[in-house]
């Protein structure tokens, strides 16, 4: 692999080190009151961003059935049209939708959904394979989740997927799908995971989880380092903290996520940034800036200065957002000193209670 690529886990795909996510593009969506949207999007500008990162070599698109209620599928499908053996789609399912209203209505785990939400986001994005196709229940039950393994199986025999993978910030769940001892397809290796899980999938081949700066997540890297497996990283520029644009005066719509936040959006309040984050931010600013980086391009190298498995997905809804975000490229990784002056920096701060927020 070059500098600007990487291997997706253990399927031997070659990918650019550098992918994009595609929450933004799919508009206002919602849970009951709860926005899960971004607001409101242009949807040219959205196709003319994702053909832009293909012409700088984004090559690995990510999204899900849930954003947008599947229109962030419909307009990736629209954009990469007569594409498809340029880039790698990956896409998730497990929530259930209702497009009329733009609701998430529920979750359903069953393998018999698994099969009916595959066909809708084939349909959606008008292709007849998934190159990845990831679990969206974050917290779901390692048993439960057991249970689709022989489902994805057969659709990869089917030939309607390719690698499948699991959305989940639990170590022990990336485990479960990823770790057991098995032959790799297409390998002579033997991958030694702990065994104490059950039966692992022969086609997972990566794990998505939230990781940045000022969100480390060592554990679940660690079980993707053990396993072979791709560490598709979401939320690598802090829901846009990280990016610089944020100041303590900012202030987000109500059709926005971050606007009326949900438990787990950790990084706004009110509608506005939190002012620890931004503190931590501000610490870090120079080393990120370093070797004539912006601030964005300096967190996705801090990313890729962590582990050779790290692909981070940053999402973009502009075609400046993604100009920028691929420039990060060019300058690959953090040096081993910027890395190391990172943590130094931040380790104070991140003693601080998360009740301070």
Not at 18 to 34: E, H, K, R, T, V
Not at 262 to 291: C, H, I, K, M, T
Request: hydrophobic share 40%; glycine share 12%; aromatic share 6%.
């Amino acid at each position: 692999m070059t500098a600007t690529t990487r291997t997706l886990g253990r399927s031997g795909l070659e990918v650019s080190a550098l992918g994009m996510g595609c929450w933004a593009i799919g508009g206002p969506f919602w849970a009951g009151d709860q926005p899960c949207g971004w607001g409101e999007v242009d949807d040219d500008e959205s196709v003319a961003t994702i053909r832009r990162a293909v012409e700088l070599g984004v090559t690995l698109f990510d999204t899900s059935d849930a954003y947008g209620t599947g229109h962030s599928e419909t307009i990736l499908g629209r954009a990469l049209a007569g594409r498809w053996d340029e880039v790698v789609i990956a896409t998730k399912w497990g929530n259930t939708i209702d497009p009329a209203t733009r609701q998430l209505t529920g979750t359903d785990p069953s393998p018999a959904y698994l099969r009916r939400a595959l066909e809708g986001s084939l349909q959606r994005l008008g292709t007849d394979h998934i190159d990845l196709y990831q679990l969206h229940l974050n917290d779901l039950p390692i048993p439960v989740a057991q249970e689709l393994l022989g489902t994805l199986e057969e659709l990869v025999g089917e030939g309607k997927l390719r690698w499948y993978g699991w959305s989940t910030d639990h170590a022990d769940r990336a485990a479960a799908w990823g770790g057991a001892d098995r032959e790799v397809p297409g390998s002579s290796e033997s991958r030694k995971g702990t065994g104490n899980q059950g039966e692992a999938g022969p086609h997972c081949t990566a794990v998505q989880h939230a990781f940045n700066v000022l969100h480390d997540a060592a554990e679940v890297l660690a079980a993707c380092e053990a396993h072979g497996l791709a560490s598709l990283n979401r939320s690598p520029l802090a829901m846009g903290l990280l990016t610089g644009k944020f100041t303590a005066s900012s202030t987000l719509g109500p059709d926005d996520v971050r606007g009326i936040a949900p438990d787990w959006l950790q990084y706004f309040r009110g509608g506005r940034p939190v002012p620890l984050w931004l503190d931590r931010v501000a610490a870090v600013r120079e080393v990120l800036r370093s070797g004539g980086r912006t601030l964005a391009q300096g967190s996705l190298a801090w990313i890729w200065a962590r582990s050779e498995a790290t692909i981070p997905i940053p999402g973009c809804r502009t075609v400046a957002q993604v100009e920028e975000n691929a420039g990060a490229l060019a300058h690959g990784p953090l040096a081993p000193a910027e890395l190391a002056e990172v943590e130094r920096l931040l380790a104070d701060l991140r003693a601080e209670p998360v009740a301070a927020m």
